[in-house]
């Protein structure tokens, strides 16, 4: 059996056993093909469609006869996974891809019958005619001209001139002045400076103070970062009650075997109420049966539609059930997509520009049009790729969605949106939250590996379920807030924000040319 088959045969089994486990012995299939859609396109050697869907439809009756569970199949649809298989890094519809490294955005470009011809071209994206953004975002080496650096200043000093009152000074700052004389000096004013001290694109100047970034050491006393760390709400840490006893009892097992057959007797007794025992149940069997085998695992040698799938999918997995939705396929973010459009407006003078597409990420956490959250995975342990991810593009993006979260002023201080960054098999998350003040601060926790040995295969794996669960329940805690806020109604001032700035773009950015780097 072909490589590609085995991956999609494992997918299928495993979302079928989900349905096994809540009492469904019937499976629409459409359902099945929308799931299994980024192993399709990832793993297809082939480009006939009529040949995809035979083989594929035939797998999945095959595992579902396997597990005695009926397919239906009337009505289903293939085109999605058709336009992706013959598009060549481009959707049918004309979209173009700027891929920043920062908040790629995708610019919406009519197809003329001669770029139809080049859209169908494998050569489009070297295209030297090809349309460029022009409010593409910055790269880890785009340099601030003298420009943007007067920008910053002029908007620096409105924003302190209005809101100086609303500031936060440390505890630790205060202390410190006291003792050398001097005036205090705020969180915000701090970054500020740092921002226009910077030669090159900083999130910095988007008034980001991300703890993992080390340049904060030179700025901040370490009484005051560590004043830093510690304000704001503390992170659920403590295993949900649903399934604290299941963890009691996984911490006794030795071995994948082991953990495979507690998974599939785990007793349920109402699947509909136990939606965490569900989610525990059906991951530990997937994880599990990886060490089956050989009793090891590599996950370096797996590409990042795999790791995140096959790996890292019970980050998703856990919100079914949920209001919240895990979007994979590389959704693009609506509020980042809210952005960069900011400056659109009605043809005048100059016509309208295209609007743009939001930076694409690997999930998006959301409940309607609110995102909570977004995941970004490198499956190599590359650093550089790391740090633009992980340092320059998440912020900016999560900044985005906390900035439309926080639409009301009794929201501001208690909003959190959440990231999490896996690179190199391991995974952080990011806990994106406004805790005093007019800054938004980055808290992160220490990497989390993924297991690779029967030794290590329960040590490991718990902790990132539990990370699991964190995620979910912080995600959920601002959803409810959100949805028992009453959104005020005021006269429209043309901007994103009632209080704060939006996220800064580089002059240099605007005018840089597209290139593919996520």
């Given at each position: 059996?072909?490589?590609?088959?085995?991956?999609?045969?494992?997918?299928?089994?495993?979302?079928?056993?989900?349905?096994?486990?809540?009492?469904?012995k019937s499976v629409n299939i459409q359902k099945i093909i929308d799931h299994l859609e980024n192993y399709i396109v990832f793993s297809s050697t082939a480009t006939d469609i009529h040949l995809i869907k035979r083989n594929y439809t035939r797998l999945i009756k095959i595992v579902a006869d396997s597990l005695q569970m009926s397919i239906v199949d009337e009505n289903a649809s293939w085109k999605r996974i058709e336009r992706r298989l013959g598009s060549n890094g481009t959707s049918s519809a004309g979209i173009v891809e700027s891929s920043n490294p920062a908040t790629s955005v995708v610019e919406d470009v009519p197809l003329s019958s001669s770029s139809s011809s080049m859209a169908s071209s494998s050569s489009m994206a070297s295209s030297p005619s090809m349309a460029s953004s022009p409010t593409s975002l910055p790269s880890l080496k785009t340099k601030i001209t003298l420009e943007d650096r007067s920008l910053l200043t002029n908007k620096f000093q409105n924003f302190k001139k209005n809101h100086q009152n609303d500031f936060w000074v440390l505890e630790a700052t205060k202390k410190q002045t006291k003792d050398d004389g001097t005036e205090p000096i705020s969180v915000e004013e701090k970054v500020m400076e740092f921002a226009l001290r910077c030669e090159y694109y900083h999130p910095s100047q988007s008034l980001i103070l991300d703890l993992g970034d080390k340049n904060w050491s030179s700025v901040f006393s370490e009484e005051e970062l560590d004043e830093l760390r510690s304000t704001g709400d503390n992170l659920p840490c403590s295993v949900p009650q649903e399934i604290e006893q299941c963890f009691a009892d996984l911490k006794k097992l030795k071995a994948g075997a082991d953990v495979f057959r507690y998974a599939r007797v785990l007793e349920i007794d109402d699947p509909s109420n136990e939606l965490l025992k569900v989610w525990l149940s059906t991951e530990l069997q997937k994880i599990a049966k990886l060490f089956l085998k050989t009793g090891t695992f590599d996950i370096d040698n797996l590409m990042e539609s795999d790791q995140l799938y096959r790996c890292f999918d019970f980050l998703a997995t856990i919100f079914e059930g949920s209001d919240i939705i895990a979007k994979g396929t590389e959704k693009s973010s609506e509020a980042n997509a809210t952005a960069v459009n900011q400056n659109r407006q009605l043809s005048s003078i100059k016509p309208i520009l295209n609007r743009k597409m939001g930076r694409r990420g690997d999930i998006i956490f959301s409940s309607g049009h609110t995102e909570l959250g977004c995941t970004e995975i490198g499956a190599a342990n590359n650093?550089?790729?790391?740090?633009?991810?992980?340092?320059?593009?998440?912020?900016?993006?999560?900044?985005?969605?906390?900035?439309?979260?926080?639409?009301?002023?009794?929201?501001?201080?208690?909003?959190?949106?959440?990231?999490?960054?896996?690179?190199?098999?391991?995974?952080?998350?990011?806990?994106?939250?406004?805790?005093?003040?007019?800054?938004?601060?980055?808290?992160?926790?220490?990497?989390?590996?993924?297991?690779?040995?029967?030794?290590?295969?329960?040590?490991?794996?718990?902790?990132?379920?539990?990370?699991?669960?964190?995620?979910?329940?912080?995600?959920?805690?601002?959803?409810?807030?959100?949805?028992?806020t009453m959104r005020p109604i005021s006269l429209s001032n043309g901007r994103n924000h009632w209080c704060l700035l939006p996220n800064f773009v580089p002059s240099q950015a605007k005018s840089q040319k597209r290139q593919r780097t996520d």
């Open positions: 059996m072909a490589p590609e088959d085995t991956l999609i045969i494992e997918a299928t089994e495993t979302y079928l056993l989900e349905f096994l486990s809540r009492g469904e650093q550089t790729k790391e740090i633009r991810d992980s340092l320059l593009k998440m912020p900016l993006v999560l900044r985005d969605m906390l900035l439309l979260a926080t639409f009301s002023p009794n929201l501001l201080h208690q909003s959190h949106v959440i990231g999490y960054s896996i690179s190199g098999g391991c995974v952080s998350l990011l806990d994106v939250s406004i805790p005093k003040g007019l800054i938004t601060v980055i808290r992160r926790t220490e990497p989390l590996d993924f297991p690779d040995k029967n030794k290590n295969l329960v040590s490991r794996l718990c902790p990132l379920l539990n990370l699991a669960c964190i995620g979910k329940a912080m995600m959920e805690q601002t959803l409810t807030l959100i949805d028992n």
